[in-house]
């Protein structure tokens, strides 16, 4: 059974900071999605890593992955309160479409 | 811009009613999807659906749990008899071809409350 893990489970930074959230699986897989989750809302797709060493970035996020360590990371730099939402991490497997989530960071901005 | 929407935004019931839970895809999408999120925890799927079957369900998919394509553009949810454990946030999901590396796009979603 895929296992999908993230750390670390909450995170509160101080605006400016640098951080990484680690989404970990356990199965092989070379498709990882990331999502944001404002309290309340709908998930929001933010990226999609579709092979080894697939990189994107968009504002103050970076997404990476290493299908070889089941690694993904979330990178975010000089954090803004914007930024404070819960994150999750998915993954599917080749011969499915359903998507596995990861236990979720949430992440809180502050002054 | 093209979005999933989901009605009712939000649903009371008592246990043991039957309550269905509606969603529209977006027009050009094949696959769609239901997931459930209890309160602080992570999103769970629930079944996939595809050409007027299902494609895939979890365990959580129970007897209790059904799926229609009513018409063109309506995809539901039914559970049958509900229980205080089905109290969640329910949200629908489409994409175009169902093969990864396709993001899935989510409604808005419907939080069902069991009392």
């Known amino acids: 059974e895929l296992k999908v893990e993230q750390n670390p489970l909450f995170l509160s930074m101080q605006e400016g900071k640098n951080y990484t959230i680690y989404c970990n699986y356990s199965?092989?897989?070379?498709?990882l999605y990331w999502y944001r989750q404002d309290p309340g809302k709908s998930l929001e797709s933010l990226f999609v890593?579709?092979?080894?060493?697939a990189v994107k970035q968009e504002g103050r996020l970076m997404a990476s992955l290493d299908t070889k360590a089941r690694l993904s990371t979330l990178h975010i730099t000089a954090a803004v309160h914007d930024l404070s939402a819960t994150y999750f991490c998915?993954?599917?497997?080749?011969?499915?479409?359903?998507?596995?989530f990861g236990t979720g960071t949430r992440l809180q901005v502050f002054p | 811009e093209p979005e999933v929407t989901q009605t009712p935004s939000h649903q009371v019931t008592q246990m043991g009613q039957e309550v269905i839970l509606r969603c529209v895809p977006i027009?050009?999408?094949?696959?769609f999807y239901w997931y459930r999120q209890i309160l602080g925890q992570k999103v769970e799927f629930l079944v996939s659906?595809?050409?007027?079957?299902?494609?895939?369900k979890s365990e959580i998919f129970d007897d209790q749990f059904s799926v229609e394509r009513p018409d063109g553009s309506n995809f539901t949810l039914k559970i049958r008899s509900t229980k205080l454990e089905d109290s969640a946030m329910y949200f629908c999901?489409?994409?175009?071809?169902?093969?990864?590396?396709?993001?899935?796009?989510f409604g808005p979603g419907t939080r069902l409350t069991v009392t």
């Open positions: 659906f595809y050409n007027n079957e299902i494609s895939e």
């Open positions: 199965t092989t897989s070379d498709r």
């Open positions: 999901a489409s994409n175009q071809d169902g093969q990864g590396g396709n993001e899935q796009y």
């Open positions: 890593l579709l092979s080894n060493g």
């Open positions: 998915a993954v599917d497997l080749f011969n499915t479409d359903k998507l596995i």
């Open positions: 027009s050009n999408h094949l696959y």
